[in-house]
């Protein structure tokens, strides 16, 4: 079951999915293909994106793919969305073996192990890989976004994304600041969840 593409491409430029200054989210990538981060990448799917899973090996992504597979077919069943729309969504879905492979790559949700130094790690690898316009998120749950965002090369692109558990059940997504996070990195992860179907809080 292996999907192997990089994250650059995808179909959409409509005005939904960008923010005021223009800056348009078409592809993401996710760091981290435990519980949150197959979660996410199932509703960013089934959203329309391009998403690309990045883990320590190929297996745990093909075990993700598999329970991503295994959610939406009970959706189809509840008569939530229709199997067409899982088909496509789970096309979508591809696996990232390394972070260069995100080099196009408008959005990366770090979604790995709440350990402060494991994510100060994955941002100091993953920024020389990816474009420089290109958002930062992470999904921690009670890590400083600043203190996270100054391990990168972009604190104004760099944004907390804090999806709640199960993420595809779960309508709530809380977005936060940093004390360098820019308006249009904002305003487009705003744009962004809303195009999930979520609802947002801001912190």
């Known amino acids: 079951m292996s999907r192997k593409r990089s994250a650059g491409a995808v179909e959409r430029t409509d005005e939904k999915s ?3 200054e223009g800056f348009v989210i078409r592809s993401v990538g996710i760091v981290g293909a435990g519980q949150m981060g197959n979660g996410i ?7 329309g994106y391009d998403v690309a899973i990045n883990d320590l090996s190929q297996e745990r992504v093909e075990k993700a793919l598999k329970n991503i597979e295994r959610n939406m077919t009970r959706q189809v069943a509840r008569g939530l969305i229709k199997d067409e729309d899982m088909q496509k969504a789970l096309a979508r879905i591809t ?6 492979d995100f080099g ?3 959005l990366v949700v770090e979604a790995a192990t709440e350990d402060e130094d494991v994510k100060r790690k994955i941002f100091t690898a993953l ?3 990816l474009k420089p316009d290109a958002i ?3 999904n921690t749950s009670s890590i400083s976004i600043t203190r996270l965002a100054s391990t990168t090369d972009r604190p104004e692109r760099f944004i907390g994304m804090h999806f709640m558990n199960p993420v595809p059940l779960m309508q709530l997504v809380e977005l936060i600041r940093g004390i360098a996070t820019e308006d249009e990195t904002f305003n ?3 744009i962004f969840v809303e195009r999930l179907g979520k609802t947002i809080a801001v912190s």
């Open 95 to 100: 696996y990232a073996p390394a972070f260069k």
């Open 136 to 138: 930062l998120a992470s």
């Open 127 to 129: 920024c020389p890989s």
């Open 41 to 47: 990448a199932h509703v960013v799917a089934l959203a």
């Open 104 to 106: 196009q790559t408008d």
């Open 188 to 190: 487009a992860s705003r």
């Open 18 to 20: 960008q923010g005021p």
